[in-house]
């Protein structure tokens, strides 16, 4: 255990057993709270490809067990990312942060992640109904009341992990989903390393020493390749124009042939990468974009929403788990802090407080990062190829979220409760925060913008 167990007279549900969800029980179980988990989908298998796994999430992994090491058995750690044309042409070689303070910059595989997490979980105590979907969530002024599998299941809070589309948002909104069309939807697969190993052209990425992480862009679209030499696996993204209607799913199967048609032309390389997935491996993934969501807690105070659930990124951001585990130490942390159970109500408003500021702008980070290499000025590459890369500020990767919770509980409480002001350090040094809307950064689509414009470009 984290510390002594002063959580144990506190049962809370959790809804959804994604990252957001795992993360939340196992930083409560870890200070003896009672958690239930609800997750519609029967088990974790078939559950997406890879998934970033930054320093600031493996930093809060490295109190779990063994966990960080078992994951970092199973990941790649690049140390490269080559950035090319669409023709292969190399444009920035930049070199990663492999870590952080010694915490590992991981690229994993979600589902064997999800894995290890939920066993983990399990054995904290941690109950997860796996195939048990909630249907109806309710609080009073001392409980809060999920009903799922037919059953009302009450504890002293509901913390609710049910990702992009989550209906516990619209619940506490009170409005339904606000998702815009982005345009876009990105080809996924993982596949074995293997299938490359035949051909003269692929050949050379099985036999690399290093784990690879390759871009290809080029007006609207870009391509991604990463191997993963300890899983002996290979990923190829290709984000496209979305002109089909599909629906935003991770189980959405994609075609061969039409992921090739987007890059017809392109990199012979790539071309050769994309024809040895095999079409069960392929999904075709649809980009929606939302607003930040300015309210995280209920009115009654004993609901609120963590994870894709509060903050809904990009995957272009290579932040959106990490976000959601820290939502997971930072709550854990307040509802110690204030421990019994009627600091529910404040617990959450503080958790939003200390967060909303920082996932604001990691959700930005998504849109810019893909707005750069989709209107890539070339004529500026030419003269700067570093405006290419992809961001590892220290801000972001640099912090930890349980200890910022610790640190600023007094100076949040006094804000809260007095009004005073509080300013938040977990965000680039001197930022100011401006909240922003998805309209505003679609006005910005297609075009170029002053360097000025973007509030997370390195
Ligand atoms: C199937 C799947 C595959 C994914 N694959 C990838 C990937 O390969 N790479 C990547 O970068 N990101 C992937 N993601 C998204 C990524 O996991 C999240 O962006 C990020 O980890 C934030 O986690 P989260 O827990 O907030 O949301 P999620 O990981 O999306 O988890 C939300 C969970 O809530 C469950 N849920 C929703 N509504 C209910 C309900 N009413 N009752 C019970 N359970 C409910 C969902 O089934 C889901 O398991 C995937 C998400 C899913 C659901």
């Known amino acids: 255990m984290l510390q002594e167990q002063s959580l144990a007279n506190l049962a809370i549900t959790i809804i959804g057993a994604g990252f957001g969800g795992l993360a939340t029980g196992i930083e409560l179980a870890l200070r003896g709270a009672n958690v239930n988990i609800f997750e519609s989908y029967p088990d974790t298998k078939k559950q997406g490809d890879v998934i970033q796994i930054p320093a600031n999430a493996t930093r809060l992994m490295s109190k779990w067990g063994n966990m960080l090491q078992e994951i970092t058995n199973l990941s790649a750690c690049p140390d490269t990312m080559t950035i090319s044309d669409q023709n292969g ?9 492999t870590s952080f303070d010694g915490y590992p910059n991981l690229y994993s595989h979600r589902g064997s992640v999800q894995q290890q997490m939920l066993e983990y979980a399990t054995s904290l105590g941690v109950e997860i109904h796996f195939g048990t979907p909630v249907t109806e969530i309710s609080e009073s002024d001392d409980a809060a009341t999920v009903i799922a599998g037919g059953k009302a299941w009450k504890s002293d809070g509901i913390i609710a992990a049910d990702g992009v589309r989550s209906q516990s948002r619209c619940h506490i909104l009170g409005l339904d989903d606000k998702a815009k069309k982005s345009g876009f939807a990105v080809y996924r697969s993982w596949f074995s390393l293997d299938l490359l190993g035949q051909d003269p052209l692929t050949a050379a990425i099985t036999t690399s020493e290093k784990d690879l992480f390759k871009i290809w862009i080029a007006k609207d679209t870009h391509a991604i390749l990463t191997t993963n030499k300890a899983a002996n696996a290979a990923t190829c993204f290709v984000t496209h124009k979305d002109l089909s209607d599909i629906s935003e799913d991770w189980h959405v199967k994609g075609k061969v042939d039409d992921m090739l048609a987007c890059v017809q032309g392109w990199d012979e390389q790539l071309r050769h990468i994309i024809q040895k997935i095999t079409p069960d491996c392929l999904i075709d993934h649809k980009l929606l974009w939302r607003d930040p969501v300015p309210k995280w807690a209920s009115d009654g105070g004993r609901i609120c929403i963590v994870g894709d659930a509060a903050h809904p990124h990009l995957a272009t951001s ?7 585990i820290e939502d997971g130490a930072c709550i854990a942390t307040l509802l110690q802090k204030t421990c019994h159970k009627g600091d529910i109500p404040f617990a959450f408003r503080a958790y939003q407080r200390l ?12 849109w810019e990062t893909r707005h750069v290499w989709h209107q890539t000025d070339w004529e500026a590459v030419a003269a700067n190829p570093s405006m290419l890369k992809f961001p590892q500020p220290e801000w972001l990767l640099g912090s930890d979220a349980s200890e910022y919770a610790e640190k600023n509980f007094e100076a949040v409480k006094a804000h809260l409760e007095k009004g005073s002001a509080f300013t938040s350090t977990n ?9 922003w809307t998805i309209d505003e950064m679609l006005s910005h689509e297609g075009k170029f913008v002053s360097t000025e414009f973007y509030q997370t470009r390195e």
């Open 89 to 97: 042409k190399i444009l920035l070689n930049q070199q990663l942060h």
């Open 318 to 324: 290579g932040t959106g788990a990490a976000q959601a």
């Open 355 to 366: 967060r909303y500021e920082r996932t604001s702008l990691t959700q930005r980070m998504g």
């Open 427 to 435: 965000v680039p040094s001197g930022h100011a925060h401006k909240d």
